[in-house]
């Protein structure tokens, strides 16, 4: 079976630190896609950062960053000098193979930036 | 800029009505996708559609059905609401090999409220 699980509900953090959410998955697959989306207090999801499963390199993207670990089945998303703007929703994601049946996704991790 | 418009945004039905949510989306996508998000089960894939006059069901199809007239649209209906279909749906659209971004593009949502 294929799963994605975020078992960090809510994390609390102080602007301009450092805030690390996990992410495990699970697939029998050998080619799959990881992402990471935010979904904003007004409902908007947006596109983060994705991490290809065939990539040694941690994939980074201004302020966000990845710590993938394909032995654990683990993608981490970590979020440098946050701001408060940072405060969302973020959902963990897997797309195995190409094509395919969209994305399966988790059941997401509250951030709270606080002055 | 991507775009995938939903309407409504938001709507009220009764038990055992006929509820029509509607997506538009001007990226030229082939892909279609429609999503039910419910507190503590993050986002899930109803049904989706790879061209126009083709649907196919995701992971909870029961109660939905789906509709893709054209590439730029696609809908969801339910036949029969019911109180358990109340939640938030997202639309969203990828290209057939997800693009350069490889990624999906999320419309801003429908609030739904079956009473």
């Known amino acids: 079976a294929q799963k994605v699980t975020q078992t960090q509900t809510s994390i609390s953090v102080v602007e301009k630190t450092t805030v690390t959410m996990d992410c495990v998955y699970e697939?029998?697959?050998?080619?799959?896609?990881l992402f990471w989306y935010k979904q904003t207090a007004s409902g908007e999801i947006v596109f983060l950062i994705r991490q290809d499963s065939y990539k040694k390199e941690n994939a980074t993207v201004g302020h966000y960053s990845l710590n993938f670990q394909k032995p654990k089945s683990s993608i981490g998303l970590i979020i440098t000098a946050t701001q408060i703007e940072d405060s969302a929703v973020y959902f963990c994601a897997m797309r195995v193979g190409q094509g395919g049946r969209a994305l399966i996704f988790g059941t997401g991790t509250t951030v709270s930036v606080s002055p | 800029e991507a775009a995938v418009t939903q309407s409504p945004r938001s709507k009220v039905a009764v038990t055992g009505g006929k509820v029509t949510l509607s997506c538009h989306q001007t990226?030229?996508?082939?892909?279609m996708y429609w999503y039910r998000q419910d507190t503590g089960h993050g986002l899930r894939l109803i049904h989706y559609s790879y061209v126009a006059d083709s649907t196919e069901k995701g992971d909870i199809p029961d109660g939905y059905k789906a509709s893709r007239p054209s590439q730029e649209n696609f809908s969801l209906i339910l036949e029969l609401a019911s109180l358990s279909q109340t939640a938030v749906y997202f639309c969203a659209s990828s290209d057939r090999d997800w693009g350069v971004q490889n990624t999906l593009y999320f419309g801003a949502g429908t609030r739904l409220s079956v009473l």
């Open positions: 697939t029998r697959d050998s080619s799959y896609f």
């Open positions: 990226n030229n996508h082939d892909y």
